[in-house]
């Protein structure tokens, strides 16, 4: 395995979730290691140069709880492992549940960036209540991170008991927590699978009662973005807005992507006009039918279609701003301008 390749966890479910948050969010130079009660997995191997900055990602999915002594003996351990004139970049996913001042020293010590995990938490509550519990227990985490001097980002899950609060969510993060970095990461949970010519398959009409719609996943979407594109450009980084601006950005924005994920894609998707920035969506949720009946479609195609449609012109125009050299955020100039004298222009934004 090299060393851009993540380590495989053992593990699946809300620990493979943060993994897959960690690995595609945080841009990846060096091996990934999981860390959990059992102790860290596997040592990087040295870099053969010893010369190049190498990161590597912890996952604390909080049900497993990491002693501060494993975590430091791991990092220590890393370091030790990393070659000599290599320079360790150690980054955190955690539900931040407990973090406490000696916690966050090391983390300050280490200059560990925090990813915090916002899932069976704030995200997961749909009581007044326990929105409110798990706020405050979010923002506690935020508090002391900021108090030490600790970087963190906010990896968010949404799923049918959340998705109805868009706005509540992407400025509870911005404006509360405080937070500049956020991904959003739609839960798609695949319940008993069904009998069908004599094998069973689980199917589209088999996910989990907390599995977001595609409709839902779509409005979301459209949601955060028409807040974040009319003043948050260039301050806000949402993961989903720039990895689809860099796709918008690109100069081909020729289909390249006919077999993605290491699987062929339906023709649906490789007839789809968006599909140089969706490339299907992530492989564990294609397991939906085109309505030709081919396998293989996202579960959330919908989703991703209404978003991919509804950011096209605000997309064309910041891609068109950062050709021409210019901050991609003049765009929310632009918008209001046009809003205010040509409120028609913008009317699918
Ligand atoms: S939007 Fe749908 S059809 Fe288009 S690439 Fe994505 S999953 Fe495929």
């Known amino acids: 395995m090299d060393e851009r390749t993540a380590m495989s966890l053992e593990r699946s479910g809300p620990l493979a979730d943060d993994r897959h948050a960690a690995q595609r969010w945080l841009a990846c130079d060096g091996p990934m290691v999981s860390i959990s009660a059992r102790g860290w997995r596997r ?16 996952v604390d999915d909080g049900g497993d709880p990491v002693s501060l002594g494993a975590f430091r003996k791991a990092v220590e351990s890393a370091e030790r492992h990393a070659g000599p004139g290599a320079e360790v970049e150690h980054e955190l996913c955690t539900t931040g549940a407990r973090l406490d001042d000696a916690w966050c020293r090391f983390l300050a010590e280490r200059d560990v960036l925090v990813g915090l995990s916002v899932d069976g938490d704030l995200a997961a509550q749909t009581s007044a209540e326990g929105v409110a519990l798990a706020h405050r227990r979010i923002l506690g985490a935020a508090q002391l991170l900021r108090r030490h001097g600790v970087d963190c980002n906010v990896v968010c899950r949404v799923h049918a008991g959340n998705a109805g609060r868009p706005q509540e969510l992407y400025r509870c993060f911005r404006d ?20 069908r010519g004599g094998h069973l398959r689980a199917g589209p009409a088999t996910v989990s009662e907390r599995t977001i719609t595609p409709e839902q996943w779509g409005a979301f979407l459209v949601a955060v973005f028409d807040e974040w ?7 806000q980084f949402v993961k989903i807005f720039e990895d689809t601006l860099a796709a918008w950005s690109t100069a081909t ?25 969706c490339e299907g969506g992530r492989p564990a949720d294609r397991f939906a039918e085109s309505p030709d009946g081919e396998p293989g ?15 096209d012109q605000p997309m064309r125009v910041m891609a068109a701003l950062l050709r021409g050299g ?3 955020g003049a765009i929310m100039n632009v918008m209001a301008r046009y809003e205010r004298e040509r409120p028609a222009v913008w009317s699918r934004a």
């Open 297 to 311: 479609l996202n579960y959330l195609c919908a989703g991703y279609r209404e978003f991919f449609d509804h950011v």
């Open 229 to 235: 594109v009319r003043r948050d450009v260039g301050r």
């Open 326 to 328: 210019r901050d991609a």
């Open 253 to 277: 924005r020729r289909p390249r992507a006919a077999r993605a994920g290491g699987e062929r894609l339906p023709l649906d998707c490789r007839c789809c006009p968006v599909l140089f920035a």
């Open 43 to 58: 040592r990087p191997a040295p870099h053969p140069s010893g010369q190049r900055k190498r990161t590597v990602t912890w």
């Open 176 to 195: 509360e927590i405080g937070v500049r970095h956020v991904q959003f990461l739609p839960i798609v949970e695949r319940s008993a699978p069904v009998r």
